[in-house]
């Protein structure tokens, strides 16, 4: 078959690679009629991760059902099916309580899996003609409708940038009547505001310094803030403490919460420095919303961070203390 093969930084290829085959009874072989390009693509593109050549890229896939192994009981040969980008076997330790993107059943290497993607462990991805889906009856979700028609764009962003979105939103703990402001108007971040919209917040700030972004930020129900004309923290606690309704609501002391309380980084350790976009700052969006979310607030992270940055601007790589792509949230005490 056909597939996106990784080849080095700044390189790839349409080769040809071997068939998948099924190797286990819950297997699935899927056809695949589309496979988004996902932003973490791109840092295993420019080198920025430990993608080693031969890597077939593609986390973000959908198609018709091919084969299935003899333990498959809820997919068949010609299911249309959208495939998650973790994979995940639903029935260990993390996965009977929810946490899937930390399945430790599918890789043996470590505690999290998903198609093509750098030390996610050994499988291939979908950017390709066919792929393999491990236990094919809890990651593959069955849809209506043919390859193509209508909805074919809308279904393959429930691969990853409408979930990873409204993981985000769930993360920060965003509810009817919140304030929430998300930095980074990407796909990810444009689908944590129309999530934030979705549950009802209040205010919704968003942050960037692309004004194509913002307008599709504003148009989905954000206030854009952009982050080249100014410090966002400062910008945003400027608006809120110019609000005659909020500010005629406090009473004695609340004065000190002119932050939001609910914020998500849909940036990663590529994120731009504040005071100097032409740099990156691995750790702005998170030293931002640090400032911003008000005490008792909550911070969900769903932007990429590696253990190790092999491309880093810097002599020194980047790090964080651990690889975050299915998501973190903490509250401030």
């Keep these: 078959m056909k597939a ?9 290829a349409v080769e040809t690679v071997d068939d ?27 080198g920025r991760t430990g993608a080693q050549p031969g890597m077939v890229f593609g986390h973000e896939n959908m198609g018709v059902v091919e084969q299935v192994g003899p333990g498959v009981t809820s997919i068949k040969v010609g299911d249309r099916v959208v495939l998650p980008f ?79 979105g409204h993981h985000g939103v769930e993360l920060a703990g965003v509810r009817e009547g919140g304030t929430v402001a998300v930095f980074g108007a990407g ?28 307008t599709l930020a504003a148009q989905a129900g954000a206030i854009p803030i952009n982050f080249s004309q100014g410090d966002p923290v400062e910008q945003i606690k400027e608006m809120r403490r110019k609000n005659a309704g909020w500010r005629a609501s406090l009473r004695p002391g609340e004065e000190k919460m002119d932050g939001v309380m609910h914020g998500i980084d849909a940036v990663g350790y590529q994120a ?31 932007g990429v961070y590696m253990p190790q940055d092999p491309g880093a601007w810097t ?13 973190r949230s903490s509250t401030r005490a």
């Design 4 to 12: 996106v093969v990784y080849k080095e930084p700044c390189q790839v």
């Design 20 to 46: 998948p085959r099924l190797e286990a009874p819950g297997d699935a072989i899927v056809k695949i009629t589309s496979a988004a390009i996902c932003g973490s693509d791109l840092h295993m593109y420019e």
């Design 86 to 164: 973790n994979i995940a076997c639903g029935f260990c330790f993390n996965c009977l309580r929810g946490y899937t993107s930390a399945c430790l059943t599918v890789n043996e290497a470590a505690p999290h899996a998903a198609y093509g993607y750098a030390d996610m462990g050994p499988f291939k991805g979908g950017q390709a003609q066919y792929l393999r889906v491990p236990y094919a009856d809890f990651n593959a979700l069955k849809l209506p409708g043919t390859p193509g028609d209508q909805w074919e764009d809308d279904f393959v962003m429930l691969a990853d940038i409408w979930p990873t």
């Design 187 to 214: 796909p990810v971040g444009l689908m944590a505001v129309l999530s934030c919209a979705l549950r009802g917040a209040s205010e919704i700030y968003c942050v960037d310094r692309d004004p194509g972004r913002l």
């Design 272 to 302: 731009r420095d504040d005071k100097d976009p032409s740099k990156e700052n691995p750790m702005q969006v998170f030293d931002d919303l640090i400032r911003l979310v008000n005490p008792t607030g909550q911070i969900g992270m769903v």
């Design 315 to 327: 002599s020194r790589p980047s790090r964080a203390s651990s690889r975050s792509r299915g998501g």
